[in-house]
């Protein structure tokens, strides 16, 4: 069965650009996580979703961050006028109930580079 | 706040010895502890979790750990590494039932021939 995926794998943004992450979680899936881990550093929350509702995103470290999850499925992760300490990779991660914390299934991340 | 810390960064061991990487987390309210593994390029897996039932928790792949709440500590061990052991360990916590976890920053375990 398709585990999450994530795309692009790499991508690379100069300076003040603008990009976009895609997040397709794994099917019936209810729970969708968003985290930044920064080279050498463990995942660091951003923003979670129960279905298509953003119930947290107390870890977005500025306004140029943004999340959806519209439909309650794909979630895409956008940020605007990138910055150097932008760069990171960003995992997306679902679990199957809400709530308390269980199980979460992890994509391979989306490697960013701004330049 | 409430913290994790895994107490080495990396771990070496030769194949075939055991395998012990440390974790020890702040506050000893209602903890949900897990262990999960990176392997390069691959998302990050669920080796184990503790949920307050057993305080020795068994994982995949021979892993298990030990919820000792005296000591706030939640160590990984495995009783002979195989090379395919070899990967980045993150232990994770979540107090009190929130569906936000902390992260350690990661301990690097290399398997020697």
Redesign the interface.
Known sequence: GA??SQSPRYKVAKRGQDVALRCDPISGHV?LFW?QQAL??????LT?FQNEAQL?K??LPSDRFFAERPEGSVSTLKIQRTQQEDSAVY?C?SSLG????I???????TRLTVT | AQS?TQLDSHVSVSEGTPVLLRCNYSSSYSP?L?W?VQHP??????LL?YTSAATLVKGINGFEAEFKKSETSFHLTKPSAHMSDAAEY?CVV?WG??????????TSLIVHP
Do not use: C, H, M, W
Not at chain 1, 40 to 45: D, S
Not at chain 1, 103 to 109: A, H, K, L
Not at chain 2, 97 to 106: D, E, L, N
């Open positions: 585990g999450v729970s985290y050498g550093q463990g995942p660091e929350f979670y947290d107390s870890g995992l991660a809400s709530g308390v914390v199980e979460q299934y992890f994509g391979p991340g | 994790v949900s897990f999960y390029n691959k998302g990050l897996q669920l979790k993150f979540s039932g929130s569906y936000i976890p902390t992260f350690g920053r990661g």
